[in-house]
């Protein structure tokens, strides 16, 4: 395991590097600085040890190919986001939240636990295997930026469109 | 298995189960410390394979999820995140 210690100026650079994207991406995070940078300093630790990004609140295995839901942004970012008003690490935080209108409050785990976690790409096979057989049988519904016509497969339509930035209640269930 | 001890008042065996790198976690280490309860953290991610999977199946045992951080209070009761108000409530604070 390589301990090198992550210096102050490489979880600077790191933060503006994600911070940028965040807001490049309609995502905000959360408005404690202190608070992400700890957090920025664990990526940067797990990046060391295990080689990629992962989520630095989960215990990751150390196989890329077993916490690939994991790296951060990790698969459960924005179904949090939408339930709960942040990530689990609360890294990511909704609007009212980055505006200082509500508190973050503990997140619930939505990773399945150790014994019931297949890989990703074992998942992925699941998925393929159980359909599609119609449109109507895709394991997400798509939703279309009715202002750009960005598609994207998922539960909910993103808070902002990551190609034209309009709003979330610009979007249209398309299939 | 390797747990740092943090001297305090003693409430019985109190043992925060953690990841050197969550945020959640060390507001939660720091709250314990404020309340000067005497407890034991295990970082988990620190450990190597062996002590980590038992770290794991003790974690499991109080919180099925196996998520971070995992407060074992007289190994009984468990409190899952850093939920300020319960862990003040179980220290009587």
């Not at chain 2, 190597?48 to 951080?69: I, L, Y």
């Amino acid at each position: 395991m390589n301990t090198a210690a992550v210096s102050e100026s490489d979880v600077d650079r790191a933060y503006d590097i994600l911070k940028k994207d965040a807001v490049e991406g309609g995502y905000c995070l959360n408005p404690d600085t202190e608070f992400v940078k700890n957090l920025v300093r664990g990526l940067l630790k797990n990046e060391q040890r295990y080689g990629y990004r992962a989520c630095p609140c989960r215990l990751a295995s150390g196989k890329k190919e077993e916490d690939l839901d994991i790296v951060c942004p990790c698969d459960y970012r924005d179904s949090d986001l939408e339930d709960h008003g942040a990530c689990y690490c609360a890294l990511y935080v909704d609007e009212a939240i980055a505006d200082g209108n509500r508190d973050v409050a503990p997140v619930p785990e939505r990773r399945p636990p150790r014994s019931q976690r297949g890989n990703v790409s074992q998942r992925a096979v699941q998925m393929v295997q159980a359909g599609p057989s119609s449109l109507s049988s895709l394991p997400f519904p798509v939703w279309r930026c009715r202002v750009c016509g960005y598609l994207c497969a998922r539960e909910q339509p993103p808070g902002i469109c990551p190609v034209c930035k309009a709003k979330k209640d610009r979007f249209e269930r398309f299939i | 298995m390797v747990a740092e001890h943090v001297d305090g008042k003693n409430m019985g065996p109190v043992v925060l189960y953690a990841l050197s790198t969550c945020g959640w976690c060390a507001k939660t280490k720091d709250l314990l410390r404020e309340l000067g309860v005497a407890f034991d953290y295990i970082f988990v991610d620190l450990l190597d394979g062996p002590e980590q999977n038992e770290a794991m199946d003790r974690v499991e045992k109080f919180n099925p999820s196996g998520s971070f951080p995992t407060l074992v209070i007289d190994n009984r009761k468990s409190i899952v995140g850093f939920r300020e108000k319960e862990i003040r409530e179980a220290f009587g604070t």
